[in-house]
């Protein structure tokens, strides 16, 4: 199928079976809560162009197998904005999802709020911004998938309020539609894609292939592992032992054939779905945030740092899958592997202090069991935020130091070439970490 247009073309695009909900609704007063003139008539118009007696669709489901709660909007219905019909039809699916312990899908393709209801309309995203915090305490799992237009309230609701947020290719996405905008808006700026760029949508999802995405995102997140899980094994060379010295240490991290995190992923899940963006405006290509299945076909949460300097949307991004991970009652794994935090100018106008302090925040009161693996270098704070307090491991091709031994050699004012020996002094080495009871143990492969 091409992209829907509809709300029953969305959900038959991702909805195995779809049994809709009885609706109780009063019939609308004259032309509504403040009487706009032709309201009533217009709604009417809708209703015979479309089918349907209001902007949105909702009810119960299976996708690919897994039974959710189903919230689909009709553009067609007077630009698919929200009045208090829409907002009573989605807070009784919230309700229901609650009662049934069910996750909820939300398919929007809206314009904002129903002008010919008022301020009536606009307080509708106050109700749904609670169902969806309440849903959301409940554990359970909010999945939205943005459809052409998705803005406004809409949007900045059940769309941006979503645990994971895909969306069609080319949609329009945005808090200003497209009649409000600055004159010298650029369009571009408001698509899925931009959305994507910035942090505010996980992934972009062909039609023809979202049925099986979006099974996949349902089996992952309902399905938790049971707590703390092993750390994955090692992939370095059979027998490797941990280096004799300090700067041994350093340069087994730093090679370039080491493993690393893709290849443990890979090796450790059978299945994974990844995360993306810090919702704040930043992705960080460096941090790998997602859900992954281990052969028992349960689900673990990971968070893995692939070697470079993390930067303040990759801290954000990790604190968001830790506290994602701890509502949904899914352990959590995390690789650690970075020189340390980003330190460059663009780092810190991006709120790199700020970051990483959320992100040790995230870790030290996360409600499910996480399990960290040293997989490289672990340089200083950056590396320790991502680090469980009780469940570190370490590989043989590792080393976790209080600071880098280049940086520490100048701030001792030493020369350079002095940096080996300072790794030496640093006992930094995976021996060493496990005789100072920083890691439990060093993996084998």
């Not at 019939?27 to 809560?33: F, S």
């Not at 905008?181 to 062909?206: F, W």
């Not at 039609?207 to 979006?214: C, I, P």
Request: hydrophobic share 45%; glycine share 12%; aromatic share 4%.
């Amino acid at each position: 199928m091409s992209d829907p247009r509809t709300a029953r073309e969305a959900i038959a695009l991702v909805a195995d079976d779809f049994s809709e909900l009885p609706y109780v609704q009063e019939p609308l007063a004259g032309d509504g809560p403040i009487g706009w003139p032709g309201y009533s008539a217009a709604r009417d118009r809708a209703a015979e162009r479309t089918g349907e007696s209001e902007s949105v669709v909702c009810g119960t489901g299976t996708v690919c197998g897994v039974p959710a709660v189903i919230v689909s909007f009709e553009f067609r219905f007077l630009g698919g904005s929200l009045g208090e019909g829409t907002g009573a039809r989605a807070v009784a699916a919230h309700r229901l999802a609650r009662a049934r312990r069910l996750p909820v899908v939300v398919l929007p393709a809206t314009g904002g709020s129903r002008m010919h209801e008022g301020m009536r309309a606009l307080l509708q995203l106050q109700f749904l911004a609670r169902e969806s915090e309440l849903t959301r305490a409940a554990g359970l799992p909010q999945i939205a998938v943005l459809r052409n237009p998705t803005t406004g309230g809409g949007w900045a609701t059940l769309g941006a309020g979503s645990d994971v947020v895909l969306a069609l290719p080319g949609a329009q996405v945005g808090f200003a539609g497209s009649r409000v905008r600055p004159a010298d808006a650029d369009p571009a700026a408001y698509t899925a894609e931009s959305q994507l760029a910035h942090g505010h949508v996980d992934a972009i999802v062909p039609a023809a292939e979202l049925r099986a995405a979006l099974g996949r995102w349902l089996g992952l997140l309902t399905r938790p592992a049971e707590g703390p899980v092993a750390p994955p094994r090692a992939l370095g060379l059979p027998g490797a032992s941990p280096a004799s010295t300090g700067r041994e240490a350093v340069a087994d991290a730093r090679h370039p054939d080491r493993p690393r995190a893709p290849a443990y992923l890979d090796a450790h899940f059978t299945l994974r779905e990844e995360i993306s963006g810090d919702r704040c405006g930043g992705v960080d290509p460096g941090m790998r945030c997602g859900f992954g299945r281990l052969d028992d076909g349960t689900t673990v949460a990971y968070a893995a740092q692939c070697g470079t300097a993390t930067r303040p949307a990759g801290f954000r991004t990790a604190a968001r899958l830790v506290r994602l991970a701890g509502r949904l009652g899914i352990p959590v794994l995390t690789l650690v592997d970075t020189p340390g935090a980003a330190n460059d100018p663009a780092a810190e106008h991006a709120g790199a202090g700020p970051a990483i302090a959320d992100l040790f925040a995230a870790v030290a009161t996360a409600r499910t069991p996480l399990t960290s693996l040293l997989i490289g270098e672990g340089g200083s704070g950056g590396a320790l935020a991502l680090a469980s307090p009780v469940n570190l491991w370490a590989t043989a091709d590792s080393y976790f130091s209080v600071i880098a031994p280049e940086l520490a050699a100048s701030i001792l004012k030493r020369p350079p070439e002095e940096a080996d020996t300072t790794a030496d002094q640093l006992r930094l080495r995976p021996q060493d970490l496990l005789d100072l009871g920083v890691v439990r143990g060093i993996v084998t492969p």
